[in-house]
């Protein structure tokens, strides 16, 4: 036994290895089936948003796109969406305002009690939104607000503003303190140094954080159902079709509804993810180390190139 | 501007003892830029001072360096000058003016801070341009001095480039020419060579010694490494936990260091406990030592630099000269690092080409003149006033 | 030269110096304080309010009683709705976090350089429209959808089933459906942030992998977990499109009774009593699971 050595071999090793493979699979299989799980409805509306059938039932009928057309003939469809967008709209641009300016204020000031602060800001976000949608209600109709574009607006900006501001603090959190002081070094007082350093070192993530906040608002049902009033934003009105009265026609509505909100998210997550790693400081990013080891070469070639121009230019 | 005469009697309580200072090379002998007047700062929450109560006087046009470890209160000093911080006790001058209370944008003096601080979603000529807009330099002359500055760190050719597409050494050039593109008073440069590798760093070296000679303009530079503040001061103040240990020329700090820190912290150095007895006779523990000058304290540290013992036989016609043990080696490639047994104290030398093992016999010496009393750490500023 | 400093030496004589620090953050800080009171206090000051008030043929009186509250917990209809409300909303999320967390397990420790971007894929469903995610599984389990007629064409059944579409088990699949993406984002963050070095520790000291799981890793991210599934919970629990779309009679859940108080039968006071009682259940739950986890308070 003393004359082992250092390596243990295990028991069993071939059968171990089939087993390996078996739970491996297994793995695979349970991975595939949830991401099918979670994609497959909206693959499914997509296809039926195409389908030449009145009802919506396999087997496929046929491939058209009247169901398209007929959504853009639709009157009282079109004024949803376009009421839809100006409610985004409006929601959006306040969520930005105000959630920049809680975002800067929370990253700046030093007051016990942030931890709250924060939590109430976020709970608008984290509430299911008929409690949102109800209390939000009584609250406009005790202060004799009737419900409308208003309160619809409201409801979005109680949570797309705390979005916006959980965006903007994990960018403010590791922006770089010396910045702001460099530009005051260098003659900028504070409003100054707020335009041209530290508004652009957000300029991103609160695009992104707009976009975000763009199709959450665009989607949004469950509050603003309660808050919506006789103008309905577009989900509300789909909802009144899905349950009195439906047509094909509503896939195709989904279909370029989600069509649109994977484009912003996109654009969104593009934007994200770049302008992250042009931001950081010199530590490297996963991106860098990610494009290193295929352009590993190329990289390394660039720095030798530099250090010999430094040298006869330093001198 | 004050002539050298009347300058010189003015802060003869903040320079170095002895007022020929051959080391003090010419122009330097401006008006004071910056003066730090009994400046003290203290953080809101913290028991003990950051900076305490020092006195410094930095000259028009000199290469000023603030060299300490972390937590010596350099940099706190370097960002009151610069306008970051706000002393608790005492007044910062700036050219005879106090500037408490003013914020760095209104101060004439521009920053080259440890990460650069270039602002990522500029390009590099919109970086180095910023200090001309905020100054409202009309739009013509932006550019010719945005590329005058640019030459000037032999940056030219990457006016369009994106910080993060520069090395650091690059950053650091364009970080300079920023605080330089507006002509300031006083340029203060906070560790800047220390996310460089080695060679880049020695190049730099050389390249902000003859920057600072060409533009002329006062530098304060701060850092922790002393080759660089040896290599690069005209005058350099050495702090420590807060206060200044000694304020003098390089060639003076390391060849006269005034405290024992100074002469530990800079370089290498042999630090002896003395004891002057009564009849004169001076001895370290049980070694026997001959001293230049008689010590103000009959209790003195002695400091002696491993470099200046000679060791072997060439020693015997010095006035110290002791014959001891090997302790231990240490081979350094250019040279040997021996620890040697002599009585009961233990000293370091420095034995060239010679092979010396442990428990080898052993020759050194040197002579009194060599050897600098020290006084112990401590304020410098209240050393200066027992002198 | 020497006059340039002096000139711009004017100190700043705006209002920093005479003003305490202490008030000039309580202005700074105010915004924020009314915004939260607008949005967020009040508005549940006024629905437990209304809770408290009396319904008065449509419109609400001001009259302060504990009647709706009574009245509902007296009422078997309501304890047996707000059970399976319960039981559906702990079912549905149970499921999804049994599902989400292996899942983060496994894309945190199994796709390298791959794993942001299959998260990020988990992460989408939750932007894109709602309502269309639900009502698309009315079509894929009702009688002639897309589920029955797969199952017919392979043979495993004769006729449609009707089993599939309006029951409870349909909300639970729904509902488990909504929350994943949920619970696997806290999953995620909590696992990402367990360093590469501790799985390699573990090793290094001859701990198999499921051993490292079992003393490691799970105690780490259990809080991650635990926020994850309060979440899921929390909206599960409050949910009335899903019970709406494919609930049918069997599938009805606690908010679909708020709907109709506020919509048809008109009965504000009561829907507040009930929007007022699912707060509640999310709050005791939430205590509850932090209890059990000590729950971080980080809000991600």
């Known amino acids: 036994m003393a004359a082992e050595g250092a390596v243990r071999m295990p028991r069993r090793r071939r059968?171990?290895?089939?087993?390996?493979?078996?739970?491996?699979?297994?793995?695979?299989?349970?991975?595939?089936?949830?991401?099918?799980?979670?994609?497959?409805?909206?693959?499914?509306?997509?296809?039926?948003?195409?389908?030449?059938?009145?009802?919506?039932?396999?087997?496929?009928?046929?491939?058209?796109?009247?169901?398209?057309?007929?959504?853009?003939?639709?009157?009282?469809?079109?004024?949803?969406?376009?009421?839809?967008?100006?409610?985004?709209?409006?929601?959006?641009?306040?969520?930005?305002?105000?959630?920049?300016?809680?975002?800067?204020?929370?990253?700046?000031?030093?007051?016990?009690?942030?931890?709250?602060?924060?939590?109430?800001?976020?709970?608008?976000?984290?509430?299911?939104?008929?409690?949102?949608?109800?209390?939000?209600?009584?609250?406009?109709?005790?202060?004799?607000?009737?419900?409308?574009?208003?309160?619809?607006?409201?409801?979005?900006?109680?949570?797309?503003?705390?979005?916006?501001?959980?965006?903007?603090?994990?960018?403010?959190?590791?922006?770089?303190?010396?910045?702001?002081?460099?530009?005051?070094?260098?003659?900028?007082?504070?409003?100054?140094?707020f335009w041209h350093v530290t508004l652009p070192g957000v300029r991103v993530p609160l695009i992104a954080g707009c976009l975000l906040g763009f199709t959450l608002s665009m989607d949004e049902i469950a509050s603003t159902f309660f808050l919506a009033g006789t103008q309905p934003t577009l989900p509300v009105y789909v909802w009144g079709l899905l349950r009195f009265g439906f047509t094909p026609e509503v896939n195709a509505a989904f279909t370029l509804i989600a069509g649109g909100s994977l484009l912003l998210i996109g654009i969104a997550g593009v934007l994200l993810f770049f302008s992250a790693r042009r931001n950081r400081l010199p530590e490297e990013t996963k991106a860098s180390r990610w494009r290193r080891r295929g352009a590993g070469r190329r990289s390394a070639g660039r720095e030798r190139e530099v250090a010999p121009n430094s040298i006869a230019q330093g001198a | 501007m004050n002539t050298a005469k009347e300058e010189s009697s003015q802060v003869s309580s903040v320079t170095s003892a002895p007022q020929v200072d051959s080391a003090t090379p010419p122009g330097a002998q401006g008006s004071p830029v910056v003066e730090l007047k009994g400046v003290s700062k203290t953080y809101p929450g913290?028991?003990?001072?950051?900076?305490?109560?020092?006195?410094?006087?930095?000259?028009?046009?000199?290469?000023?360096?603030?060299?300490?470890?972390?937590?010596?209160?350099?940099?706190?000093?370097?960002r009151m000058i610069a306008g970051f911080e706000q002393p608790t006790k005492g007044s910062v001058l700036l050219d005879g003016v106090d500037a408490t209370g003013v914020p760095p944008y209104r101060r004439d003096v521009n920053t080259v801070f440890q990460n650069y601080a270039l602002f990522p979603h500029m390009k590099v000529e919109a970086n180095v341009a910023y200090p001309l807009k905020m100054a409202g330099t009309p739009k013509g002359e932006i550019k010719p001095r945005v590329a005058e500055a640019l030459e000037r760190v032999s940056m030219t050719g990457f006016e369009k480039r994106l910080p993060h597409q520069l090395s650091g050494g690059q950053r650091q050039r364009v970080a300079l020419a920023r605080a330089l593109v507006g002509s300031p008073r006083l340029l203060l440069l906070d560790e800047p060579l220390g996310a460089l590798d080695l060679k880049l760093r020695e190049n730099m070296l050389l390249v902000l010694k003859h920057l600072q000679r060409e533009v002329g303009i006062t530098f304060i530079y701060v850092t922790h490494d002393q080759g660089e503040a040896l290599a690069m001061s005209d005058r350099l103040a050495v702090m420590n936990g807060g206060y200044v240990e000694q304020l003098a020329s390089p060639t003076e700090i390391y060849g006269r260091p005034a405290t024992s820190f100074v002469a530990g912290f800079i370089g290498k150095s042999n630090l002896l406990e003395c004891e002057c007895g009564s009849g004169g006779q001076a001895s370290a523990g049980k070694m026997p030592l001959v001293i230049a000058e008689k010590p103000a304290d009959p209790k003195f540290t002695l400091s002696i630099r491993p470099e200046t013992i000679v060791v072997g036989e060439a020693s015997r016609t010095l006035a110290n000269h002791y014959e001891a043990v090997v302790g231990d080696v240490l081979f350094l490639g250019h040279e040997r690092e021996v620890m040697v047994d002599c009585g009961d104290q233990r000293l370091v030398v420095r034995a060239g080409q010679d092979s010396y093992s442990p428990g080898d016999p052993i020759e050194f010496g040197w002579g009194p003149e060599d050897a600098v009393i020290v006084k112990a750490t401590g304020s410098w500023q209240q050393q200066s006033e027992d002198v | 030269m020497a006059a340039a400093v002096g000139r711009r030496l004017e100190p700043i004589t705006a209002l920093p110096r005479r003003i305490p620090s202490s008030i000039k953050k309580f202005l700074i800080v105010s915004p924020a304080l009314l915004w939260i009171l607008a949005l967020v206090i009040l508005p549940n000051v006024f629905l437990i309010s209304y809770s408290l008030w009396k319904n008065e043929l449509g419109s609400v009186a001001h009259v302060w009683n504990f009647n709706n509250y009574s009245e509902l917990f007296a009422s078997d209809v309501f304890i047996t709705l707000l059970k399976r409300t319960l039981m559906i909303a702990l079912v549905s999320t149970a499921c999804a976090t049994l599902i989400a967390y292996p899942l983060a397990y496994i894309v945190v420790t199994k796709f390298g350089r791959y794993k942001t971007l299959a998260a990020l894929l988990i992460i989408i469903p939750l932007w894109v429209s709602y309502?269309?995610?639900?009502?698309?599984?009315?079509?894929i389990l009702g009688e002639r959808g897309v589920l029955n007629g797969f199952l017919e064409?392979?043979?495993?059944?004769?006729?449609?089933?009707?089993?599939?579409?309006?029951?409870?088990?349909?909300?639970?699949?729904?509902?488990?459906?909504?929350?994943?993406?949920?619970?696997?984002?806290?999953?995620?963050?909590?696992?990402d942030r367990v360093p590469k070095h501790y799985?390699?520790?573990?090793?290094?000291?001859?701990a198999s992998a499921w051993r490292t799981f079992r003393h490691v890793i799970w105690p780490l991210t259990r809080p991650g977990v635990a926020v994850g599934f309060a979440i899921g919970f929390v909206l599960t629990f409050g949910d009335y499109v899903t019970p709406a779309m494919v609930g049918g009679l069997s599938g009805t859940m606690l908010g679909s009774i708020v709907l109709q108080s506020f919509g048809t039968a008109d009965n504000w006071p009561q829907g507040a009593a009930i929007g007022v009682t699912i707060i509640a259940a999310g709050l005791l739950v939430l205590a509850l699971i932090s209890f059990f986890t000590r729950l971080e308070a980080e809000i991600d």
């Not at chain 2, 000199?62 to 060299?67: A, G, K, N, P, R």
Request: proline residues 4%; contains cysteine; glycine residues 6%.
């Open chain 2, 46 to 78: 913290g028991d003990v001072a950051a900076v305490d109560n020092i006195d410094l006087t930095i000259r028009e046009g000199e290469f000023f360096s603030i060299l300490g470890s972390s937590g010596s209160g350099k940099t706190t000093t370097l």
């Open chain 3, 131 to 139: 309502l269309m995610r639900i009502f698309a599984w009315k079509i």
């Open chain 1, 15 to 193: 059968e171990s290895k089939a087993l390996k493979y078996v739970v491996v699979a297994l793995i695979a299989v349970f991975v595939v089936a949830v991401y099918v799980f979670l994609y497959a409805p909206m693959i499914i509306t997509a296809l039926f948003s195409v389908n030449d059938s009145k009802i919506q039932t396999l087997p496929f009928a046929g491939f058209t796109f009247k169901w398209f057309t007929a959504l853009f003939n639709d009157g009282p469809m079109k004024t949803a969406i376009f009421y839809s967008l100006k409610v985004a709209a409006v929601a959006v641009f306040v969520s930005a305002c105000v959630g920049l300016a809680f975002a800067l204020m929370i990253d700046r000031l030093k007051i016990r009690g942030k931890a709250v602060i924060q939590a109430l800001l976020a709970a608008p976000l984290v509430a299911p939104g008929l409690v949102l949608g109800i209390s939000l209600l009584v609250n406009f109709h005790t202060a004799k607000i009737e419900p409308g574009f208003f309160t619809i607006v409201a409801g979005h900006v109680s949570f797309i503003t705390p979005l916006i501001m959980f965006i903007l603090l994990q960018r403010l959190k590791t922006a770089d303190p010396s910045l702001e002081q460099a530009s005051m070094d260098c003659g900028a007082g504070p409003l100054r140094t």
């Open chain 3, 199 to 206: 799985y390699e520790a573990s090793a290094d000291c001859g």
């Open chain 3, 153 to 191: 064409s392979i043979g495993l059944i004769n006729k449609p089933s009707t089993a599939f579409l309006y029951s409870t088990t349909t909300v639970i699949v729904a509902l488990t459906y909504v929350a994943i993406p949920y619970v696997f984002l806290s999953s995620y963050t909590s696992l």
